[in-house]
């Protein structure tokens, strides 16, 4: 005999949580069509961008890209916003629970502000992109909330209002990316804004101008 909760509403609620088969044809396709617009941008830039090229280099339909991106540009927002939320998640995942959560919040910053600098060409396409606040934030705010608030459980950090914190760091670190992009701020504005970051987080100056000069954890050598 089956068990009960094979059937009925419970059985429903399982079946509408697992991933289909369909389902999963259809991330694959969309997998192959970000990637291949990925390899494009990197090659080309997104200017001579082809929707055509990009369904030739994902080896599918073209009438396949429509039933999940409406035009270019979405296909390209999506691309920008994948990319910043995996490099969130990396540079925001604790190595250790003897962390010291400032000097993940330090690295964090500096991971993503530099990309102005390693990475003009994705940097500028970041920040001048249509709704580039509202794409950075939806990519890096949940990783850094989640640092944040790390750093206020154990008692390191000291703020009145995590959510406005988050969302004020977030957006200051997309206009000082901008800044680096427009060569409005020279070498090492992300160890400035890292510091001043620290500061606002209730780190003496001595303690936080000493932690963002360490050497980011992994990038040591």
Aim: glycine residues 8%.
């Amino acid at each position: 005999m089956s068990a009960a909760w094979q059937h009925g509403p419970v059985a429903e609620l399982r079946n509408d949580l697992a991933p289909t088969r369909t389902d999963r044809r259809r991330e694959r396709t969309r997998t192959r069509l970000t990637d291949a617009t990925r390899a494009l941008i990197t090659e080309k830039g997104v200017g001579g961008l082809r929707i055509s090229e990009i369904t030739d280099r994902a080896d599918v339909a073209l009438g396949s890209f429509y039933n999940h991106f409406d035009s270019k540009e979405e296909i390209v927002e999506a691309v920008v916003t994948d990319s910043l939320r995996e490099l969130a998640e990396a540079v925001a995942t604790r190595t250790g629970e003897d962390q010291d959560p400032a000097e993940l919040v330090s690295a964090a910053i500096r991971r993503f502000v530099r990309l102005a600098y390693d990475d003009p060409g994705f940097a500028r396409l970041v920040v001048y992109l249509n709704h580039a606040d509202a794409l950075f934030a939806t990519a890096v705010h949940p990783a850094a909330r989640g640092a944040v608030e790390a750093g206020v459980a154990s008692g390191r950090f000291q703020i009145a209002d995590i959510e406005a914190f988050v969302t004020g760091v977030v957006g200051g670190a997309l206009a000082v990316m901008r800044g680096i992009v427009d060569e409005r701020l020279g070498d090492g504005a992300e160890i400035a804004y890292a510091e001043m970051t620290l500061r606002a987080l209730a780190l003496t100056p001595a303690e936080a101008a000493e932690i963002v000069r360490r050497p980011i954890p992994g990038e040591e050598g």
